[in-house]
């Protein structure tokens, strides 16, 4: 039966209401040229931009190689523990504009010790400002450190190591950085390190590389979830599998369109991927570099893909939910609530919300 499809600005208002989970968003993508410009100022950096227009006139990407070279030049701002927790208390207060109740926020320590700023000082600004933000904001977060692929596995082994008294601070392991040339296969000793201490597991595999690296992402890493994962599209056997599987595509539509994966919005596969019956969702990626937070994206795709009705929207964001990390009791009750909100505007869920939920995505 087609459900009944909504005004723009009511579905836009239901979207952000209503709850759901960013899963794939760098914490030092979330650095605003603001304050980029006053971090450079209270810490005595000169930056090579006189002022923050000029700053933001550099953000036209041709690729991912040249938004991460800007990014990583960024985080050299970046130095004390409280600049590491204003910038993530920022980012809280959006998400939680947003609609957002479960955050895994990823985290990149090499960028940070490779130029001399300890690990401890950038926990202790992380883990404050995630404090607060359960505290204060009632935000459930987890934190997913990432190891950098244009750096050896060597390299990534001995930030595993640095990274074990904070076992207790962490949620799970990422992988990001330049993808081509860089196949997860060559960090498949960290990984299966990380798994043996209970740490979740995902990676960035199919943004710009070919499908082969979200096998090996799931061969030889064992992640979870593929962060990006758009290009399984041209492999029919693996979209077979990820459906089989379950397995989790954390998409982050603007970023595909400002790092040139997609020439435009109008032309994303997010509606292909969720036709196809995978679990994606959407996510911000670096949201201060690419036009737009969590509810900016869905904004985005909501004008830009007419063709998701209010189905595919509840089926976005109670995927947002279900393949969070979070606990079990929690994501029953948001996806309860979320199903409520949906029943409220005249879409039936198909399911009592309720009634105790099977938490596999596709329930
Ligand atoms: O989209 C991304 N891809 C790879 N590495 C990254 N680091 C920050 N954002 C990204
Ligand atoms: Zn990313």
Redesign the pocket.
């Known amino acids: 039966m087609p459900h009944p499809s909504l005004p723009t600005d009511t579905l836009l208002a239901l979207l952000r209401h209503a709850p759901k989970a960013e899963l794939h968003l760098?914490i030092e993508?979330t650095l605003e040229p603001e304050m980029m410009f006053a971090l450079a100022q209270r810490n005595g950096i000169t930056l090579p931009y006189p002022d923050v227009a000029t700053l933001r006139r550099a953000y036209d990407f041709q690729n991912?190689q040249s938004f991460?070279d800007l990014?990583y030049a960024g985080a050299s701002v970046l130095l004390q523990a409280r600049d590491f927790e204003d910038l993530a208390w920022a980012y809280f207060q959006r998400a939680r504009a947003d609609g957002c109740v479960r955050c895994e926020i990823f985290f990149d320590p090499q960028t940070h010790t490779d130029r001399g700023v300890p690990l401890a000082l950038v926990m202790q600004g992380l883990n404050t400002a995630i404090a607060r933000a359960r505290r204060e904001l009632g935000l459930s977060v987890g934190l997913i450190p990432c190891f950098l692929r244009h750096l050896s596995e060597e390299a990534a082994l001995d930030t595993l190591e640095a990274l074990k008294p904070y076992r207790e601070d962490l949620l799970g392991v990422g992988l990001?950085?330049s993808?081509l040339g860089h196949p997860p296969e060559q960090f498949a000793m960290v990984f299966a390190a990380a798994g043996a201490l209970g740490l979740h597991r995902v990676a960035?595999a199919g943004?710009e590389g070919p499908p082969a690296y979200i096998w090996d992402a799931l061969r030889s890493l064992h992640a979870e979830r593929i962060d990006h994962g758009v290009r399984c599209l041209e492999d029919a056997a693996l979209v077979a599998h990820l459906r089989q599987a379950g397995t989790p595509l954390t998409v982050c539509p603007l970023?595909n369109v400002r790092l040139r994966v997609v020439q435009r919005l109008e032309d994303h596969a997010l509606p292909q991927l969720l036709a196809e019956g995978l679990c994606a969702m959407i996510n911000a990626?670096?949201p201060a570099y690419f036009g737009g937070y969590l509810m900016d994206n869905i904004e985005a795709c909501a004008r830009a893909m007419p063709q998701l009705g209010l189905a595919e929207w509840h089926r976005l964001l109670d995927n947002s939910l279900a393949a969070s990390f979070a606990p079990d009791t929690d994501k029953i009750a948001w996806r309860a609530r979320l199903a409520r909100d949906f029943a409220a505007a005249g879409f039936d869920p198909g399911f009592d919300p309720d009634a105790p939920a099977d938490l596999s995505p596709d329930a």
Do not use: A, C, R, T
Request: charged fraction near 40%; hydrophobic fraction near 15%.
């Open positions: 760098h993508g991912l991460l990014y990001d950085s993808e960035h943004e970023s990626d670096d």
